[in-house]
């Protein structure tokens, strides 16, 4: 029965973000309410969401989350502060609140004039062919239960594995004083394996993540079972591996989630508000070479069922692809509207927040390096001697300077231009510009993975990508010297 109310919710809340009950009029008085008292701009954004999380450990249900979440919030933009204020009651009287509280930080005479009609932006609908909300818990249930049969079966020294679903679905309006209105449907699945596997006294783990903003034709096809069966060989296959070696080398880093590496080392340098600060390593070098003439990097937002697409971002503006780095110079920022407006430049659609408790910051989508000509047998075969980092795992990176240090989760030797051992507790540090400069060969075959991001206590989905390239020299921390 829980379900069931979930799912009418769901519907629900569809309808309310398509034609009420908080229509144009009322959202238009809103903003009025807000700028009453002064303020140069106002934006009013509504979110409604719903989530539910599976998980499946030892072949065993152990636990089931679902949760449905409904508020909007105020903002009120001025010299020399920003107000705002938020509710969990998506009423009239809410909202009017929400926006008086916002207001009350201005008292110097009227602000900025609100247009009588707001006028709507329409995009296209996130296609889904089959939304989880169709899909019942049981039929959520067999599909990890089929994954984690699965992953037993591929690799016998398989001790334990853990899976979990995950789907949200989020509808947000957002209207601002400018006159604008857009309305987004956001709908994102995936799933998580986990992976042990044990010999002797050798234990070694394995993981994967797949996800799209889509809906449940995500999984057709077997999708989330072939990830099983791939990542319990994975752990299994690391049980062979030798201590990393030590010392400066050629890597070659692998797609999707090597991706992590320009996204943390660089892509958070690259945001407005670091800009503003002064707190990144490209403050002043746009029109100038940053990276190896090999890279072209960007932020898309409209990527096909990329984990951090969308619409419109959270501040109703319109989702797009922003260049970077072309060729090695730097193109641009990214930017929210705030930002855009102090730096003198238009917004790039990177407007986000983790939910209405929270104010828009300047924040990635899916940021990714992109193809290149090379073939990866042909980096491979032209590495004499160096590291093959397929997948990393955890790690840190300090935006202002780009440094980085990110552990590699599955990691191979590249001896006489060949992959050949599998090595275990290798560590890649570095500075994130300097790597830049070192990429000398991207291979063709991109690929994007999900991933979460958390800035200023905010954690949103974004999607990693790259194809598979070599950074010519970067330190490798291991255990034996080599």
């Known amino acids: 029965m829980a379900l069931l109310q979930r799912n009418e919710a769901a519907r629900d809340c569809a309808a309310w973000a398509r034609d009420g009950p908080i229509d144009a009029s009322l ?76 207001g009350a930080a201005y008292g110097n005479g009227a602000g900025a004039r609100v247009p009588a009609d707001l006028r709507e932006h329409c995009f296209e609908p996130q296609p889904v062919s089959r939304s989880p909300l169709d899909v019942d818990l049981a039929g959520k249930v067999a599909l990890l239960r089929e994954a984690d049969e699965a992953a037993r ?42 992976v042990v596997a044990a010999r002797g006294d050798s234990v070694q783990r394995a993981f994967a993540a797949p996800g799209a903003t889509a809906g449940w034709e995500f999984f057709d096809g077997g999708r989330l079972t072939r990830t099983a069966i791939e990542t319990a060989r994975t752990a299994q296959r690391l049980l062979e591996a030798e201590p990393a070696p030590l010392g400066r080398m050629p890597v070659v880093v692998g797609t999707d989630f090597g991706g992590v590496l320009f996204h943390e080392a660089s892509g958070h ?24 003439p090999l890279v072209t990097a960007v932020d898309d937002a409209t990527v096909p069922g990329a984990w951090g697409s969308m619409g419109v971002d959270d501040e109703g503006v319109r989702a797009r692809r922003t260049v970077l780095i072309q060729d090695g110079v730097l193109q641009s920022y990214l930017y929210d509207r705030m930002g855009a407006l102090s730096a003198g430049r238009a917004p790039t659609g990177n407007g986000r927040r983790e939910s209405y408790l929270y104010l828009p910051i300047p924040r990635m989508t899916n940021t990714f390096i992109t193809a290149g000509r090379a073939t990866v047998e042909a ?24 440094e980085f240090s990110f552990a ?61 390239l070599r950074i010519a020299s970067l330190t490798v921390g291991g255990t034996e010297a080599g």
Do not use: W
């Open 27 to 102: 959202l238009g008085k809103v903003l009025r309410r807000a700028l009453r008292g002064g303020g140069d701009f106002a934006d009013c954004f509504l979110e409604h969401r719903q989530t539910l999380t599976v998980r499946l450990e030892s072949g065993r249900c152990q636990g089931i989350q679902a949760g449905v979440e409904e508020g909007a919030g105020v903002r009120v933009c001025g010299t020399p502060t920003t107000s705002y204020a938020y509710t969990d009651q998506v009423t009239r009287a809410g909202l009017m609140g929400a926006a008086e509280a916002a």
């Open 153 to 194: 079966a591929a690799a016998p020294e398989v001790r334990q594995v853990a899976l979990t679903y995950v789907e949200v679905i989020q509808t947000v309006v957002i209207a601002g004083s400018d006159g604008s209105l857009a309305r987004d449907h956001r709908t994102r699945v995936r799933g998580m394996v986990r």
């Open 379 to 402: 980096i491979i075969g032209d590495t004499r001697r160096g590291l093959y980092a397929r997948k990393l795992g955890s790690g840190q990176a300090n935006p202002l300077t780009g």
């Open 269 to 292: 340098g690259l945001e407005a508000d670091a800009i503003a600060r002064r707190a990144s390593p490209f403050v002043g070098k746009l029109g100038q070479r940053v990276a190896s």
């Open 408 to 468: 590699v989760a599955e990691g191979y030797l590249i001896e006489g231009g060949r992959v050949t051992r599998p090595v275990r507790g290798a560590m890649l540090t570095g500075s994130g510009p300097q790597a830049l400069m070192q990429i000398d060969a991207v291979a063709g075959d991109l690929a994007l993975t999900p991933g979460s991001c958390t800035k200023d206590g905010q954690r949103l989905p974004v999607g990693l990508g790259q194809p598979h």
